[in-house]
């Protein structure tokens, strides 16, 4: 034993050192190389070969990052026996580089302390840590996410007929904020690429560098980035980011790269300093904040573009439309407008007969109907379209809620702004329904202020949808219809919203159905409790002073007062059954009190009228007379629809017919 201890300090010239409590399996590395894994004898053996110094980067099982030799306490006992530096001699300067980096490449101002505490950044630069990778990634991704949404609402605010098609129907939105992502990800090899490094890697002090310890190029990068997208973030399909992340992290635990970084890139960090990671700290943070914000926001839009209407009411006392928030005019869709002859019946247009209701009046040509407009009550006087089947096909495919906007097309002292209805107790109610029309254009145009006329209870504006949704079944079972939608005005003591707009008294409907020949028209009184009732069409004309359709003579006989609610012509019904259809109540369950309606106490009887076919089952429904809520109002039809009914009967047969039921709800 002394003859081979003797041989050591010869061979070697170090004395055994204890080395209990030391741990092996240590990796270290040389230049760009790992090597491992070793014990520490023969990490002593390199030291006194010079083969590695005390600045070599080392790293184990359980460490988080590699660091200098002489910064790991369990290696200190292996520097004990070095001898110290020689006099006069340098002390060997610390790494500033990843191994294997030239140091002629900065100079020595440039590796001062002076200047390392003013970049708040040690000057060690090791293979990044996990984590450390991953807080700077996602401040970069919501960072970069928050600029292009932002760049993309400044889009919608210059060009809002873009936007307006994107934000159509919920796919669009979706895509759009899937899109959001790889965009993101375009800007960040963008700032890369012209500041030499991205916000979050700046703050955390990381670099991306080749092999030859170079900055990667625009292209390299954004080619690294997109790998990342597929195998880091998986495309941001929903959960399968947590596993190709945890995936990542596995690697990198193991020193491996991670699979988009592979052989081509490595990050590299310094240490960062409490001020810097203070500031980053607050950063992450806030743009947490604002990525949740954001996420919001497109959850919400998302929602909103699978609503098939523009407007909604609200239990309130009033109806509500979402409306501009700048308040400015909403500019149209596309400066080609259609002819506006193709809106009226043979393209004659209906004919103000009163000259003093003509003043003021402007005429605005849209995509889905044709509007005059008067700067004296600020209101549309009447609205007309023309609705057919086809038309109806495509409206009904189109999800599409835009906001109510000002209208360009008039000076600012005749039109009418949200800032008049806001705080009014009026809602807003349109004249042409955006449901009908089947083109975004045109129901962009339809969210002008112009079509938009104000109601006084929020039972009106459900009574107007549901006599429009009449008018549209019509089309449907294959009418040709050339609708005219108005206002009426009677009285001396008008109301006004905001000393500006007036407030109709009245809301009229007439249709003329050129397939079937006939004319029908329903006035709705703008007061609550009103209902919908048919009104003589010589009458209407007579109270609007207006001329509804020019084209038509005189004397058709057509034109006289009809049954409240339109009716779909039964298919063999030319004559009355024999034998009217009846209700088999054993068939189905008693409505159930809406609970809504229960804790409001409401009450009412309404009228709704069945479709039966020959064999006893309800085909369509419709409701004659409301109760006064719209909850009674569905559930009764909702309750009585599931019912079977013993069918009419013309000479002992069978026959589809209407049958009108009444129900009452009560306390």
Known sequence: MPCRMAFRQLVFKFPKIKTKGIMGDWWYAVGMQRNGPTDEATLIRLLQQNAISQTTLVWREGMDNWVPLSAEPALEPLLRVLPPP???SATEPAITHWPGKPTNSQSPAALTLESVHAQDCATLHVPAAPWRRWLARMFDLWLAI??????????????????????GSSSSVTLLTLALVPLALVLDAVVHALCGNTAGKALLCLRVLTPDDTRPGF????????????????????????????????RLRRGEPTTYDGSDY???QLRVGLVRAVIFTLAFMSMLVLN??????????IRDAEKSEVLSTTASSQVQI?????????????????????????GSAPRIENPKLAQGTSSLCYHGASITFSGLTRTALWSAEHITADKLVSADKLGFNPAAHPESALSEADRATAADYDGSGFGMVPLTLPSRLATIDARVDSASLANVVPVGDSALAILWRGLGEEIANLARNGGDLYVVSGTLFEGDSLRQIN???????????????ARADKVNAYLLENHAGAEVHAIDLGELQRRASVTLFPALPPAKPAMRAVPAVPAAPAANATTAPTKKAVVNFSSCEKPTYPAASARNMEEGTVQIAFLVDAHGTVRNSRIQRSSGSSMLDQ?????????TFTPAERSGKPIESWVTIDYVWSF
């Open 635 to 643: 559930a009764t039809r909702d309750a009585i629809k599931v019912c």
């Open 499 to 513: 000393g500006r707009v007036l407030v109709p008294t009245a809301l009229y409907l007439a249709y003329y159905d």
């Open 146 to 167: 928050f600029v292009v949404a932002l760049l993309a609402f400044l889009a919608g605010v210059l060009w809002p007929s873009i936007l307006a098609r994107w934000s």
């Open 266 to 268: 490595r990050v590299s």
């Open 292 to 301: 949740g914000v954001l996420s919001a926001v497109a959850g919400h839009a």
């Open 322 to 346: 979402d409306v501009n928030p700048t308040d400015e005019p909403f500019p149209h869709a596309s400066p080609t407008r259609p002819s506006c002859a193709v809106h009226f019946y043979q």
């Open 219 to 250: 292209s390299n990068y954004l080619g690294r980035n997109l790998a990342l997208w597929g195998s880091g973030l998986a495309f941001c399909l929903p959960l399968f980011p947590l596993f190709t992340m945890a995936y990542q992290y596995r």
């Open 86 to 88: 020689l006099p006069g």
